[in-house]
Nanobody, 120 residues
Framework: QVQLVESGGGLVQPGGSLKLSCAAS????????IGWFRQAPGAERERILC????????YYVDSVKGRFTASRDNAKLAAYLEMNSLETEDTAIYFC?????????????WGQGTQVTVSG
């Protein structure tokens, strides 16, 4: 069964850090680009960044550059989003997604999301 499961969300104070995990099953993670998305209350889902199968990262949101980074461990079938210097504007549900065609292609699999709340 193909599945992506996020974890690691929670409540953090402004300036704090969180590391989200995305556990994959049922497919070969290393063959897929991994995208991270978020959806804030009342807003549309936005793509934050994408990590290609060769681990090249492309950012789509300027405000996270220098604060967020992605990584993966193909042996553990997991991908990660490390978020530093968190701001209240980062509050959202965060999703990971996998695309076999690469970062510019439609998503094949979505995770269910994990809530991140930044509040002091």
């Amino acid at each position: 069964q193909v599945q992506l499961v996020e974890s690691g969300g929670g409540l953090v104070q402004p300036g704090g850090s969180l590391k989200l995990s995305c556990a994959a099953s049922g497919f070969t993670l290393g063959h897929y680009a991994i995208g991270w998305f978020r959806q804030a209350p009342g807003a549309e889902r936005e793509r934050i960044l994408c990590m290609s199968s060769s681990d090249e990262i492309t950012y789509y949101v300027d405000s996270v550059k220098g604060r967020f980074t992605a990584s993966r461990d193909n042996a553990k079938l997991a991908a990660y989003l490390e978020m530093n210097s968190l701001e209240t504007e980062d509050t959202a549900i965060y999703f990971c997604a996998a695309a076999a065609g690469g970062c510019g292609w439609p998503v094949d699999y979505w995770g269910q999301g994990t809530q991140v709340t930044v509040s002091g």
